[in-house]
């Protein structure tokens, strides 16, 4: 290896310059930020460090948007190793960024949202302590993000992967003065280290049978070393997808986002709602040839993603507090994105992700300012609020047009995005996971509207004191709802079927292979009547729903008592407005811990008592062996002389 | 054959060694005239003959020098920086250490620099003679180091213990040098390599040469803690002051398989075949043994002690591959092993104003001082061989190597005793995050370099688990 | 007439004698002792060798090891006694078998 050499040949190449070759710089601006403020940030830049913070991201956009420009100019990816990473005689794995479109879309993604979210922490974080320790994790956060969409192979992926889980558990106990905030972080790590574990075994088998872990090489041989539908192709991919449910809360894995708002809500925004949490998808999409290559994991995924969507939003149904409902709503959202990829779709999904991305941290952050009109850092009882309209009329506004975005009415982005899933999953011929998508879509109107209702409309319910401090944000905070907002509002238009499908023409280089891997169902969308009448039709129900939660909430608050005189039998659902959650409660929770207490049975008979007699026979040994340490320098002699009568031995011998 | 021209040049081959001698002289002057009570002056002096010595490393030449009986290869210089880096590290740790005993007297850094110099003496040696003499000033110092506490009767005793084994194994060593010398007729390494090489065979015949090769690998499998010549260093380790524990588990350790290499690798390679099957066992041996025994330790040092023993059966694993991948690996894995194991006694020497000795003691340390203990855990996950660490990378490399040679069986033995690891290590780690402190106690205030000791070795682990090729680079070029 | 292996023999003998002394004796001075006698024995080697070896020997170099190893040995006494002698300040014994506070 020439020492040191690749550095050089990365920056002094012969080919003529491009601006994307700039990409370094943006995780390096966000890595300064960090530096300077975790050294700095205590004593020297105290208050400051915020705004430096937010500079820095501001870099990383300018430069991000430079590179996305280059890109969708030239439409040439871009490859570069900066230096090697490790290696160990043939084994060299360079360290190196790979930009080609979908980079593009996350980079766009994740420097706007970042920067503004960065924005408006500023705000949010204002007085509280420790705010430069917040403003060194955050910019970490964003380097680690940017390596992730970055890296040229898997374990660059990886690391960024586990940094920014990391930055996440270090962020959600970032009260770690208080216990849930510690508690959530735990358990944040134990069930990401599940999906870790088949991550990295993945990888390896990856490794194992490609010879390569880079994702030019990945493109260029996968298709032809697995057989589709070959077994170890689908094994290798199944392990990546547990890793990506970890992530991106999927079901199984999914229990430890909801906690994990213990944070405070810049993050819950930017890391459990519009970057991190998407990974997993991001990751899928990255590798769509793999994916399409096996069949049955695309079943898999749109399973989970489809069955995940709907449970998160039931579940959404009758959560009390503000942020656990977005939680709820965002494993929802991802469930969508996970079902476009199951369906083959992922230019759709990769869309939805963008949108989701603005409209889903534009309600977090209304919900934050909601959070800070209150004096909470925690979560805000939703029963409890109400009428807020008045009081809060920017957050408001921004929360309506989000909330309109995710319901899936147009002209609104989540229209778009959600509109073409629901499309691609009809046309691919998957009618049960249309079915279930329509209906989660009925759901996420509705809870997003009830949550609406109860926090904006009617009158207000909390106390007299709290009343009287409700004020609306400052300038730094409602100025970022605004822009997010106005993204939630136009941020579909780059992707009007038929009209001007610019987002999917621009992706297409991409998913081209896969695509025509993935199968010939695609024909359908010829259709355009069927794309039209399905739209409708989801649209007839986004608004069913919206008019059902108003009518509930708002227009009849009476309807329960209704109910109850009119069928005895619902009163005691009526009366107990979380018949659904103890319903949930009794079935699945309770369903789950008798799984649970079996399987622990099961552990403690057979797994834990069998672990502990091999633990106490090694603990035995061990005991038995250290006895042989008497003390005595004799015995220590003896010893030695033992080891040299047996070198002698075996050497001359 | 001209023994006697002495090449004045030659000097600058022993820059290095020269630079730390009058560092430790003028400590000693300085003890004399000024009478430096806090250890300040010694501190300074130290560190900085230190930072020069390693900048005085990058004039390696691989020129040979004083009649070959040293050489100044890429090797030496790259072992020469482990050594540096552990006792520019345990320096740092020491004089607080030493403070709170109000023990920082300039003597103790003389030791500690003269120790040093003897590695380097060691890890150049192109013959017998310096090779013996570099040990013995490894060791002498070494031993008086280990009594430094002399009111204390456990430093007491670790260093009779120290000193009667060790001079014991040195004994074995000067023989087996003795019948080495008798085969071949010469002390110098490359005149046997040339010797052998050239066809004439070893007088009077060749199980003489093998009986020396013997015992010299049984004297320096002593100071490379090889079970089972390992019983010296739970005692010892547990006696000794701590970061003088730091210094004998890292440069010591390292010295000795800069001995072995320079011995068993460079001058005799064809000798494997015999020594191959036997050191495969004591390998094996030494992985188990050591972390078998480190699970049921109460006494944090014991437990780390086992550890190292441990960790020697890892570097002797590699050192068995013989291959070019094994002992780069070796090479790499001393590096990281020399960070993390300088962390974890640096954060044992500093956790208190009385020392932490038992591991029970450790509980409620992140709440005392969360520094100490974050540190604390990245050494330990480190050791645990931790992605994103030094360990990582290092058992990475040690493993790939041990495959590549066709050890597999022991690579597995090395992966399942490495699982057992986790047991020990993590508990540490549990103890100082989840449980409470039974008594809370004065925090011993961190001073400076004491810190920057710390902040260095995690960042060296960190470098080295995220760019494990800053390090590779310049071992590739060693051979 | 003394040959090589004479020497060698006597110096086994002593060598076998050093590291005995150290196993079965209990007297700290008696095992300090027994280890000069272990590099007495390798010293008597390296002469006969560099006496007995046929040529091209240059055994002058064997013969700076032999006074490289008794100036090492002196020091070595030196160190060695001085350790001893804190630790009879500290014990008021020199029996090695009293010293095994450390174990385990």
């Not at chain 1, 279930?436 to 004191?465: D, K």
């Amino acid at each position: 290896m020439e020492n040191g050499q690749g550095i050089i040949t990365a920056f002094s190449t012969a080919e003529p310059f491009r601006w994307v070759g700039l990409v370094w710089l943006v995780p390096l601006f966000p890595a300064a930020a960090t530096l300077l403020n975790g050294l700095l940030g205590r004593k020297v830049i105290r208050y400051r460090t915020g705004q430096l913070a937010t500079v820095a991201m501001l870099g990383a956009l300018i430069v991000s948007l430079l590179c996305i420009w280059d890109i969708a100019r030239t439409g040439q990816p871009y490859n570069v190793d900066y230096f090697i990473w490790i290696g160990v005689g043939d084994f060299q794995l360079p360290f190196g960024f790979y930009v080609d479109q979908l980079t593009a879309v996350m980079l766009f993604v994740v420097s706007f949202v970042g920067t503004v979210i960065f924005l408006y922490a500023i705000g949010y974080m204002h007085g509280h302590p420790g705010y430069w320790r917040f403003f060194t994790y955050m910019p970490l956060f964003a380097v680690m993000m940017f390596l992730l969409v970055l890296g040229n192979s898997l374990p660059v992926l990886f690391v960024g992967w586990e940094g920014v889980g990391l930055c996440s558990y270090l962020l959600i106990g970032y009260f770690f003065d208080r216990d849930y905030a510690a508690q959530a972080g735990r358990k944040a790590f134990i069930v990401n280290r599940i999906g870790d574990f088949g991550f990295l075994l993945g990888m390896l088998l990856l490794y194992w049978t490609l010879g390569s872990v880079r994702f030019t090489d990945i493109v260029e041989h996968a298709p032809d070393i697995y057989p589709a539908g070959s077994v170890m192709i689908t094994v290798i991919t199944l392990l990546l997808f547990l890793g990506a449910t970890g992530k991106s809360a999927q079901i199984p894995l999914f229990v430890w986002l909801p906690d994990a708002m213990a944070g405070p809500t810049p993050v819950s925004a930017l890391i459990h709602a519009a970057t991190m949490v998407t990974a997993g998808v991001y990751m899928i999409a990255r590798l769509n040839l793999l994916y399409s290559l096996a069949p049955i994991s695309l079943l898999v995924v749109g399973t989970v993603g489809a069955l995940t969507a709907l449970m998160a939003a039931t579940i959404a149904f009758t959560q009390r507090e503000a942020k656990r409902i977005l939680a709820y709503s965002t494993i929802s959202q991802l469930g969508y994105m996970f079902l476009a990829l199951g369906v083959g779709a992922f230019d759709a999904g990769i869309f939805h992700l963008m949108t989701h991305a603005f409209f889903k941290a534009c309600l977090f952050l209304s919900a934050g300012s909601v959070l800070h009109a209150f004096h909470e850092d925690r979560d805000v009882d939703i029963f409890q609020a109400g009428g807020l309209r008045r009081y809060m009329p920017m957050t408001r506004l921004a929360f309506l047009v989000s909330a309109v975005a995710i319901a899936g009415i147009p002209p609104f982005a989540g229209f778009f995005s959600k509109d073409e899933i629901l499309f691609e999953a009809f046309a691919g011929g998957y009618i049960l996971f249309w079915g279930i998508g329509l209906t989660a879509a009925f759901c996420t109107a509705f809870y997003m509207f009830r949550l609406y209702s109860l926090l904006f409309s009617g009158e207000f319910r909390g106390t007299e004191h709290q009343r009287r401090h409700l004020h609306e944000c400052p300038f730094i905070m409602w100025f970022p709802l605004v822009i997010l907002a106005l993204l939630s509002l136009v941020g579909g238009w780059v992707n009007i079927p038929g009209l001007f499908p610019k987002f999917h023409a621009f992706l297409r280089p991409v998913f081209a292979e896969a695509h025509e891997l993935a199968g010939p169902h695609r024909e359908l969308a010829g259709a355009r009547i069927w794309e039209i009448s399905l739209a409708l039709l989801s649209v007839l129900v986004a608004l069913t729903g919206i008019f059902a939660a108003r009518l509930c909430y708002v227009q009849l608050p009476k309807l329960p008592h209704w109910f109850a005189e009119t069928f005895p039998s619902l009163f005691i659902a009526s009366l107990h407005k979380y018949w659904i959650d103890e319903a949930y409660q009794a079935t699945v929770v309770k369903g789950f811990y008798s799984a649970c207490r079996l399987a622990q049975w099961c552990d403690n008979r057979i797994i834990v008592a069998g672990l502990n007699a091999f633990a106490a026979l090694i603990r035995h040994l061990s005991e038995i062996g250290t006895q042989l340490q008497t003390g005595y320098v004799r015995h220590y002699a003896l010893a030695i002389v033992i080891g040299v009568v047996f070198l002698l031995i075996g050497m001359l011998l | 054959m001209n023994n006697f021209a002495v090449p004045i040049l030659g000097i600058q081959g022993i820059m290095p060694e020269l630079l730390l001698s009058l560092a430790a002289v003028l400590i000693l002057l300085l003890e004399m005239t000024a009478g430096d009570r806090e250890g300040h002056g010694a501190l300074s002096l130290s560190v900085a003959g230190l930072i020069l010595a390693f900048i005085a490393t990058f004039g390696a030449d691989g020129k040979q020098v004083f009649s070959s009986l040293l050489v100044n290869d890429n090797l030496s210089a790259l072992l020469d920086r482990v050594f540096l880096m552990a006792a520019f590290l345990v320096t740092l740790v020491s004089r607080p250490y030493l403070a709170n005993y109000g023990l920082a007297k300039g003597e103790f850094f003389v030791l500690l620099l003269l120790a040093t110099v003897g590695m380097m003496v060691m890890g150049a040696a192109m013959d017998f003679i310096t090779m013996f003499l570099g040990l013995e000033m490894l060791s002498l110092s070494l031993y008086v180091l280990a009594g430094f506490f002399k009111k204390d009767v456990l430093s007491g005793e670790a260093a009779f213990k120290y000193f009667i084994l060790g001079a014991f194994a040195t004994g074995f060593l000067v023989f087996g040098m003795a019948f080495v010398f008798g085969a071949l007729g010469t002390t110098n390494f490359a005149a046997m390599a040339h010797t052998l090489s050239a066809g004439s065979p070893p007088f009077p015949s060749v199980p003489t040469l093998l009986f020396g090769l013997a015992l010299i690998l049984a004297g320096l499998g002593f100071k490379i803690s090889l079970v089972p010549f390992h019983t010296w260093v739970p005692d010892v380790y547990t006696g000794a002051p701590t970061p003088v524990t730091a210094l004998i588990a890292t440069g010591s350790k390292a010295a000795g398989f800069a001995a072995l290499v320079r011995i068993f690798m460079i001058t005799f390679p064809g000798s494997f075949q015999f020594w191959g099957a036997a050191f495969w066992w004591l390998a094996l041996l030494t992985m188990i043994v050591g972390n078998l025994f480190a699970l049921v330790q109460v006494e944090i040092k014991r437990m780390f002690a086992y550890s190292s023993v441990a960790n020697g059966g890892y570097l002797a694993m590699a050192f068995l591959s013989h291959s070019d991948v094994g002992i780069k690996a070796l090479l790499f894995y001393l590096f990281a092993y020399t960070f993390m194991t300088v962390g974890v006694f640096g954060v044992v020497s500093l956790a208190g104003r009385r020392e932490r000795l038992l591991i029970s003691e450790y509980a409620g340390l992140s709440r005392e001082n969360p520094f100490l203990a974050a540190v604390m855990s990245l050494f330990l996950l480190s050791l645990a061989g931790m992605p994103g660490t030094a360990g990582f990378f290092g058992k990475f490399y040690l493993f790939a190597g041990a495959v590549r040679s066709g050890y597999l069986g022991l690579a597995l033995v090395g992966i399942l005793t490495t699982i057992l690891s986790f047991y020990y290590y993590l508990r540490v780690i549990v103890y100082m995050y989840m449980r409470e402190s039974e008594m809370p106690r004065e925090a011993l205030e961190l001073a400076g370099s004491g810190r920057t000791a710390l902040v260095l070795a995690a960042a060296g682990v960190l470098i080295l688990g995220c760019f494990p090729n800053l390090i590779w680079i310049s071992i590739e070029q060693v051979f | 007439m003394i040959t090589l292996s004479h020497y060698l023999f006597l110096s086994m003998i002593l060598f076998a004698l050093g590291v005995t002394g150290l196993m079965v004796r209990r007297n700290a001075i008696i095992l300090l002792m027994s280890v000069e006698l272990m590099l007495n024995a390798a010293n008597l080697a390296v002469v006969a060798f560099a006496r007995f070896r046929p040529a091209p020997a240059s055994a002058d170099n064997g013969m700076v090891l032999v006074f490289m190893v008794m100036a090492v040995a002196a020091a070595e006494v030196a160190i060695g006694l001085a350790i001893l002698l804190n630790l009879y300040r500290q014990r008021r014994t020199v029996n090695a078998d009293e010293l095994n506070v450390l174990k385990g």
